[in-house]
């Protein structure tokens, strides 16, 4: 045992001893690749005296989001049909993925109980105001072209929307659900007409018993790429 | 307390207006000064025998050009896997990324738009994310940005809204969250904080006035890593409101939703 470490520690020394040149090739050490010196000095090494060209990359504009303001009417329901309008904003995912949020406001006329009855309201002038968010999921369904004209090509894409968000109506703030189809025209590459429908569902118990209310929307809009 | 109402109301759709207001002069600007985008451009060459331009940025747009190898094109903009380029004689279309990443740019390197993993996902620092669920029979939607101090442990911020049948309210909360396996694509977590509680009964209910309560929670859950920056994200918390009544209430929320990292 005593002696197998003793050769352990030989050949350590052997390797070790940098003079041996028999036992480094022996275990595969050392400069066998090692070319033979050469008779007369280096050439001229080539110094290279070409400056480095400085690239500097200009960024590439990504236009991912979309934002705009939009129009339209709103039928609140028992309470009439009024003028909405608001604003929107939408990140594209994919090319057929987006999200978006809105934000809209509409105000609320009398319900046929108000009107027949003569005096009675239901809600003072303030609650009235109808004013909602909503956080929608959308899918470019139908991507396409328009085409106007002999030599005009327009991109144009339906899309449907589904989302939640909240509602203040009647005093209250109410969970609403709402879907869509909407259908948006570039003018250009970065500028968009849209058209929108879209339905708001909320619970409601302003009118006797809660029930689940629709409200039809419908509007044109318009938004910027950026 | 309606007086009150009133004036929020108000100042909600005076709000809304100045919003939209603001909006439409930037577009107006935005429309009014297109030429500054337009100086300076990226330019690339096509490294494979020709890359495709379709008249769109989507499945199904046609092909109407091809670029040949040599050529190079500027890059315009890009929007989700698309690129809007302009070849010789200003011929423009978009080109799918899958080629531009075939592309050489000037310095000979191939072009390539740095594509998130989920190394991101574990490393990130920020994150925005909006979830939505059941916050003791009421529906709830919350919105949340996170920092990550370490892979490990983040801090978080949390604001949310309560839509009941009997009463609306808004949460606002404060959170440290742990993950034991960051680097896992199904990433469990652990989660405690603190923060209030507003509940504001139903007009049409008859009940003491509004409240503001503090609350405390503990909850667990887990994150998804989908693609790109995107994460879904599932949690229960179990909260404590320390009403001013003799005993506090349990609260149990459950919730699922989407978050952005970067």
Same mark, same amino acid.
């Given at each position: 045992?005593?002696?197998?470490?003793?050769?352990?520690?030989?050949?350590?020394?052997?390797?070790?001893?940098?003079?041996?040149?028999?036992?480094?090739?022996?275990?595969?050490?050392?400069?066998?690749?090692?070319?033979?010196?050469?008779?007369?000095?280096?050439?001229?090494?080539?110094?290279?005296?070409?400056?480095?060209? $400085?690239?500097?990359?200009?960024?590439? @504009?990504?236009?991912?989001?979309?934002?705009?303001?939009?129009?339209?009417?709103?039928?609140? $329901?028992?309470?009439?049909? @009024?003028?909405?309008?608001?604003?929107?904003?939408?990140?594209?995912?994919? $090319?057929?993925?987006?999200?978006?949020?809105?934000?809209?406001?509409?105000?609320?006329?009398?319900?046929?109980?108000?009107?027949?009855?003569?005096?009675?309201?239901?809600?003072?002038?303030?609650?009235?105001?109808?004013?909602?968010?909503?956080?929608?999921?959308?899918?470019?369904?139908?991507?396409?072209?328009?085409?106007?004209?002999?030599?005009?090509?327009?991109?144009?894409? %339906?899309?449907?929307?589904?989302?939640?968000?909240?509602?203040?109506?009647?005093?209250?703030?109410?969970?609403?659900?709402?879907?869509?189809?909407?259908?948006?025209?570039? +003018?250009?590459?970065?500028?968009? %007409?849209?058209?929108?429908?879209?339905?708001? %569902?909320? @619970? +409601?118990?302003?009118?006797?018993?809660?029930?689940?209310?629709?409200?039809?929307?419908?509007?044109?809009?318009?938004?910027?790429?950026? | *307390?309606?007086?009150?109402?009133?004036?929020?109301?108000?100042?909600?759709?005076?709000?809304?207006?100045?919003? =939209?207001? =603001?909006?439409?002069?930037?577009? =107006?600007?935005?429309?009014?000064?297109?030429?500054?985008?337009?100086?300076?451009?990226?330019?690339?060459?096509?490294?494979?025998?020709?890359?495709?331009?379709?008249?769109?940025?989507? !499945?199904?747009?046609?092909?109407?050009?091809?670029?040949?190898?040599?050529?190079?094109?500027?890059?315009?903009?890009? !929007?989700?896997?698309?690129?809007?380029?302009?070849?010789?004689?200003?011929? /423009?279309?978009?080109?799918?990324?899958?080629? *531009?990443?075939?592309?050489?740019?000037?310095?000979?390197?191939?072009? &390539?738009?740095?594509?998130? &993993?989920?190394?991101?996902?574990?490393?990130?620092?920020?994150?925005?994310?909006?979830?939505?669920? #059941?916050?003791?029979?009421?529906?709830?939607?919350?919105?949340?940005?996170?920092?990550?101090?370490?892979?490990?442990? &983040?801090?978080?911020?949390?604001?949310?809204?309560?839509?009941?049948?009997?009463? #609306?309210?808004?949460?606002? &909360?404060?959170?440290?969250?742990? /993950?034991?396996?960051?680097?896992?694509?199904?990433?469990?977590?652990?989660?405690?904080?603190?923060?209030?509680?507003?509940?504001?009964?139903?007009?049409?209910?008859?009940?003491?006035?509004?409240?503001? #309560?503090?609350?405390?929670?503990?909850? =667990?859950?887990?994150?998804?890593?989908?693609?790109?920056?995107?994460?879904? !994200?599932?949690?229960?918390?179990?909260?404590?409101?320390?009403?001013? !009544?003799?005993?506090?209430?349990?609260?149990?929320?459950?919730?699922?939703?989407?978050?952005?990292?970067?």
């Amino acid at each position: 045992m005593e002696s197998r470490i003793r050769i352990l520690f030989l050949i350590a020394a052997i390797v070790s001893l940098s003079g041996c040149a028999a036992t480094k090739s022996l275990f595969g050490f050392g400069g066998r690749d090692e070319p033979p010196p050469s008779a007369e000095p280096p050439g001229q090494v080539i110094d290279p005296q070409v400056e480095r060209r $400085e690239i500097r990359e200009p960024r590439i @504009d990504r236009e991912n989001w979309e934002i705009g303001a939009f129009g339209g009417v709103m039928s609140i $329901e028992d309470f009439g049909t @009024d003028a909405v309008y608001g604003v929107r904003l939408a990140y594209h995912l994919t $090319e057929g993925f987006f999200v978006e949020t809105t934000v809209g406001t509409a105000r609320a006329g009398l319900s046929s109980f108000e009107v027949l009855s003569g005096g009675a309201r239901l809600m003072s002038e303030s609650e009235r105001d109808f004013i909602y968010y909503n956080l929608n999921v959308g899918y470019n369904i139908l991507p396409g072209e328009v085409f106007i004209g002999e030599g005009r090509a327009f991109n144009s894409s %339906l899309y449907l929307i589904a989302g939640l968000g909240s509602t203040r109506f009647a005093g209250d703030d109410r969970f609403t659900v709402n879907v869509g189809l909407g259908y948006r025209f570039l +003018i250009t590459d970065s500028i968009a %007409l849209h058209v929108d429908f879209r339905d708001h %569902l909320y @619970d +409601i118990d302003v009118i006797g018993e809660e029930k689940t209310a629709q409200n039809p929307e419908g509007h044109l809009g318009f938004t910027v790429f950026f | *307390m309606a007086a009150g109402n009133t004036t929020t109301t108000h100042l909600t759709r005076r709000r809304i207006r100045s919003i =939209a207001a =603001a909006l439409l002069c930037a577009t =107006a600007l935005q429309l009014a000064a297109p030429a500054d985008a337009a100086d300076e451009y990226r330019t690339v060459t096509v490294a494979d025998p020709y890359i495709e331009m379709h008249s769109g940025p989507g !499945r199904g747009y046609p092909v109407f050009h091809v670029v040949d190898r040599g050529e190079s094109v500027e890059i315009i903009k890009q !929007r989700a896997d698309w690129f809007l380029v302009r070849a010789g004689r200003g011929k /423009e279309g978009w080109v799918k990324q899958e080629q *531009m990443n075939r592309t050489l740019q000037p310095d000979g390197n191939t072009f &390539s738009v740095p594509r998130p &993993s989920i190394e991101d996902f574990t490393n990130a620092k920020w994150e925005l994310g909006v979830l939505a669920g #059941d916050f003791d029979g009421a529906n709830i939607v919350s919105l949340y940005g996170s920092y990550s101090l370490n892979p490990h442990v &983040s801090v978080e911020l949390w604001g949310s809204q309560i839509l009941g049948n009997f009463s #609306d309210g808004w949460m606002a &909360s404060a959170n440290i969250v742990h /993950e034991t396996w960051p680097e896992w694509r199904v990433s469990p977590f652990f989660t405690m904080g603190a923060g209030i509680i507003r509940t504001e009964p139903k007009t049409t209910i008859i009940q003491p006035e509004d409240r503001t #309560d503090e609350i405390g929670h503990v909850g =667990a859950g887990f994150r998804i890593y989908i693609t790109r920056r995107f994460l879904f !994200r599932a949690e229960f918390k179990s909260y404590v409101v320390f009403t001013s !009544r003799d005993e506090n209430e349990e609260v149990e929320e459950w919730k699922a939703g989407f978050a952005y990292f970067f």
